[in-house]
């Protein structure tokens, strides 16, 4: 059983600033534990199960931060975002702080369900293709889908590589992809089973039997599925990995 941990160590870890600060909060009050205002900064608690508000904010202690995000279109998944905002941007300030990363990228005009966390391992776990956890996005497609595209995705597609701008550069040769499960919801709108987590993966892989992506959306990362009372922005807690695998 883990032993009970200061209070400023406890803000410390789940990403509420240095110690200094920490003690900052915890002194002028702006701490509560259990609905009552501790203010001194060595005060020992639990942390299994704890629950602590900082200015009014009621957070829960967690090892490692896991949270599912609504990406809106106009978000780069990147810490170094080159042209639109970073969907950091969208997360508090003490999830930020605590370094939470994607979990594999989504291109930023594409919305849906990204997961977020500061475990390594998971992030490896999670798009690793050996792990075969299923990605499912909605296509919105150019042309008319047909029968056949849909055989093409679930038989393998060459992706190609864009030629290069260098002479003399090696160029690689094209990746096959396949897709896990493929579906035409309606006339234009196809739904795609991916387990891998390449380049513009959807968009190439639609290139690649004559049509073309208009909009793309994710509604589903194994067994997690975005909440339908969850707006384009919004983030919540995801309560265990074990959710993500469906366990």
């Known amino acids: 059983m883990p032993k009970p941990q200061r209070l400023d160590q406890i803000l410390f870890s ?12 915890i002194a002028h009050g702006e701490v509560k534990v259990g609905g ?17 508000e900082v200015a009014g904010q009621v957070w829960p202690y967690v090892d490692k931060a896991l949270v599912l995000l ?15 905002p970073s969907v950091m941007s ?36 999670l798009t690793s293709p050996k792990h075969h956890v299923p990605k499912v996005y909605e296509a919105r497609c ?6 056949a595209m849909v055989e093409q995705l679930l038989a393998g597609v060459e ?38 987590g390449k380049y513009h993966q959807v968009k190439r892989m639609v290139a690649a039997v004559g049509n073309r992506v208009e909009a793309l959306h994710r509604p589903q990362f194994g067994a997690l599925t975005l909440p339908a009372d969850l707006a384009p922005g919004q983030w919540r807690w995801v309560a ?3 959710d993500v695998w469906g366990q």
């Open 240 to 242: 265990s990995p074990a």
């Open 90 to 125: 969208l997360l508090p300030a003490p999830l930020r702080e605590r370094g939470v990363q994607p979990i594999g990228r989504l291109d930023e005009d594409t919305t849906g369900l990204l997961l977020m966390t500061d475990d390594g391992t998971l992030i490896h776990q």
């Open 14 to 25: 789940q990403g509420f600033g240095t110690r200094r600060l920490c003690a900052g909060l």
């Open 159 to 196: 992706l190609k590589e864009p030629e290069s701008k260098t002479p003399g550069k090696f160029q690689r040769p094209p990746e096959v992809s396949k897709a896990e499960g493929a579906e035409i919801v309606d006339e234009t709108l196809l739904r795609l089973t991916l387990i891998e």
């Open 142 to 147: 150019k042309h008319p889908l047909t029968g």
């Open 70 to 84: 609504h990406k809106p279109a106009g978000y780069e998944c990147s810490q170094k975002p080159k042209h639109h």
């Open 36 to 52: 009552e205002v501790v203010d001194e900064p060595w005060a020992e608690f639990d942390t299994a199960g704890l629950t602590f």
